[in-house]
């Protein structure tokens, strides 16, 4: 048991915050897992009752999360791994969104790693070391329309994860961007705020959807073993693809995305800066 890792999991009642969770204390780690609902935690508390402690929490509230994070940090004494997953998803053209839809999805998926991230800092520090998991995307690279704002609050935290990584390293809190492929999370449903549609954008939703298809996605806890690994890397990546097809796509991507630099280097090399 000496060798037992505390976890923090934030949106640990449903898809991959559940995997995790389940693969953590299968592994013999103990749990602190968070989440706005934790009902559905209950069954699998009474199954770990000295290992998982449901904490209710929404990561939009920063005084909640400070307040979580002390409670987290002192139930089990210490936080060695935590993982950065809670998020929801704004479907619905740029256009469409409310002021009010994209300050609430940004609170979720923006500002609430950040204020997580802020929380935890100061306790792994104090203990000389720790694993800050930030869950984004395969497409947190570029925009994708219907999911403008979804690819909009990953980018964001990638960015700033990739500068916190730069900043915690000498204090040995290591960051890695864990970006996540398709699974079956409920995401698109449940953890969905859809825009009031217009109807200029029918034809181009229509595309969208039917690009998105029928394919069913792998379930949550087929991603468990890869990021249950990662954190045992002593010498972890600062980014990390989850999902052999998303792989594929992100470097398909990265390539186009060079074509298209290429492609208008000339114009690009007129200006001297």
């Known amino acids: 048991m000496t060798d037992a890792r505390v976890w923090l999991i934030t949106g640990a009642s449903r898809g991959l915050g559940r995997a995790f969770t389940e693969a953590a204390l299968a592994g013999g780690d103990r749990v602190v897992g968070a989440a706005r609902d934790v009902g559905p935690l209950e069954e699998l508390a009474d199954e770990y009752p000295d290992h998982l402690l449901p904490l209710p929490l929404d990561v939009a509230d920063r005084r909640g999360v400070f307040d979580a994070v002390e409670r987290a940090a002192a139930a089990f004494g210490r936080l060695d791994v935590v993982v950065n997953n809670a998020g929801a998803m704004l479907y619905g053209m740029v256009e469409e969104a409310t002021e009010e839809q994209i300050r609430a999805h940004m609170d979720v998926n923006f500002f609430g790693a950040v204020w997580v991230a802020q929380a935890v800092l100061p306790h792994l520090r104090a203990q000389g070391g720790g694993r800050l998991l930030q869950v984004t995307s395969m497409g947190s690279g570029g925009g994708m329309a219907t999911v403008g704002y979804y690819g909009a609050g990953k980018a964001a935290l990638d960015s700033v994860s990739e500068a916190l990584a730069m900043e915690v390293e000498g204090f040995g809190v290591k960051v890695t961007i864990v970006q996540m492929g398709g699974y079956n999370t409920g995401l698109f449903t449940a953890g969905t705020t859809n825009t009031e549609p ?76």
């Open 198 to 273: 217009l109807a200029r954008y029918q034809p181009l939703r229509a595309e969208m959807e039917a690009m998105w298809g029928d394919a069913v996605a792998p379930e949550p806890d087929t991603a468990a073993p890869v990021v249950m690994e990662l954190a045992a890397l002593p010498n972890p990546p600062r980014r990390l693809i989850v999902g052999s097809q998303s792989f594929d796509h992100v470097l398909e991507m990265d390539r186009a995305q060079a074509d298209l630099y290429r492609s208008w280097e000339h114009l690009s090399r007129i200006a001297p800066g």
